[in-house]
């Protein structure tokens, strides 16, 4: 297996690592205080394309995923919305401390919940394009894998140009940065916060879906995406969308490469110790605030 | 079917009324097991084979009580489970353990505390080493499935250089540990040998580092999840190597996971393969579960099946329950059990492999006490 291929299986496990690292900091921002359940929600999204394809009156036809992404970052966004609405705006004057242990709270909810719908066996949702895997010079591709780093790559375009083009990007971007001047001059923070909530949650279950095909889901998945989220943001810097994305993918190339190299276990912890290391050389991330301090 | 309930379900009716009669009292057989966590899956194979047993089995008379309590995948939710168990009315003679190693670890000195009998299905070896004469495991231990595994890759496959995967975890630990033993003993070398971690979803340096290494044989000892991760990523990879997994890739719900093709040529150690069987009894138990569950059942189902209707047979003899499991010589579904002195009770293995037509694997090879004849290919000559 070439070091092109290892690189392929890199880029689309950064790619649906960058919508996860994406929602967390876009709730991150507008919330001030981390979301905890960010993962358990790319869980929940596995879980409600499985429920979608069910519901879909389309006897012995097989659902394609893209038919699904809509609804299920639907379903994710009003999750945000719901857990906006619950989990945060009622301790949003309390510390900080509040809010993660709410969202701590909301995770374990849906862990339980999944787990009481659907078991804890792994399952697995319907590829965004099915198909054979092409060869392309020497290098074998799934469709699902560039399906997910085009659909990657397609929201995250997206999501820039709703932040940066568009009045409501130009009002989330205020909320985030300075809740009561936004509030002063007329904008709707509660509605902005619940909003970003929404595409946030909306972008982890969206992730939910394509990683769900290929790593499976189960109602426990969501802490390692978590993780890999937390990392991403803190490698990327705090409140950075650029620094989510890159940080994303820096994440899921060490772990593929740290993998190929030595072992999976190995890996693993070796990621932690380049996060250490990241942290002391610097300490804001690549694209962080120059100053400031996060829940 | 009917001959199914009636043999087993009167067998056990018959062992609770008569307990129920001599004692005037309630009995409990609390069931702890993970409904939730990692092992999840398995613990709800093992709820669910114990319900079956429960149920067929119930009559009013007996007043039999069987509380689920959720270990959570656990060892310290384990104890506490098993404190709560212990301290409620009446107090039961015996326990349905976790299928987690550690937590049945955990569990081994209340046992002997409480003079309590824990029915096991872990295949950690460890169990039945420490001399605790409370457990008693229905599930063939690491010792016994390990042996058939490697067996059935020198003897039947003719591969001589391994490759071993294992999970960081003591599962995947013990088995590794086992396989060593018995590739060795065999005559083949493992040129490969790398643990992964539950979490760890891309595969592909792995399988890459099995490709270099020069194995012709793939031997797993993962869970659920990962065993799936590794066969579909390998085949996606085209690694082009035989594969004989752990009994996690005998489990339904694994081979699900899986397209036909990706599973062609796997195979995989097991107790039993209540899905895949045709023996008439255990066809008819298969039944019965996919009526009740709607769900394939697995081989952890059957043995903890088998643990319970066996624990309703040694009931009746009226002495202590450990004793009487120390005793017994029991016909079950899955095979007959008998201890070994140290609690181990299930002796016998089988292979199971997938022809790539389908997601039912068919029994490949069938093996009695492994373990105990395995001399090295040169030997036996």
Redo the contacts between chains.
Sequence with gaps: ?SWA??AI??LA?GAAYALVALGFVLILNAAGAVNFAQGDLVMAGGFAAIVFVGLLPLDGIAVPGLVLAPLVALAGGGAGWLIAEVAYRPLRHRPPVAVFISTIAVGIML??GA?GIF??????TPPLVAGE?LEIAGL?V?PQTLAIVAAAALVILLLHQLLERTQLGRRLRAAAQDAEMARALGIPVRRLTALAFALGAGLAALAGLL?AN???V???AG??FMLKAYIAVTIGGWGSLRGAVIGAFLV?MF???????Y???L??ALLYVALLVALLLRPAGLFGEAAGRRA | MKRFIFRYGAMAASAITMLAAEAGAQERLPLLVPITGALALEGQSQRDGALLALEEARQPAARLQYPVYDTGSNPQIAVQAFERAIGESPKPRAMMGPIDGNSMLALLPLAEREQVALLAVSGTARLTELGNKHIFRFFPSDAVVKAAQARYIVEELKRKKVAVVYQNTAYGQSGQEQLAIWFERLGASVAYRNSVPVTTKELSGVIAQVRESGADVVALQLHSGSSALFVGQAARAGLNLPIVGGSALHQPSTAALLEPGELKGVCAETASAPAADENPEIAAFARAFRQRFKAEPDAFALATYDAVTALFQTWQSGRPVSESLAAARIKGLAMTYRSDGKGNMAHDAIIVCYDGAGRTPRIAKRYSRPHEDARAPAERR
Aim: proline share 2%; hydrophobic share 45%; aromatic share 4%.
């Design positions: 297996m291929q290892i299986d890199g496990l862990q339980h787990n078991g804890a066996a792994e399952r697995r895997a074998t799934s990683l290929v790593y499976f189960t109602p426990t802490l390692a899921a772990e593929v490469v740290a993998g190929r190299l072992s999976a276990s890996a693993d």
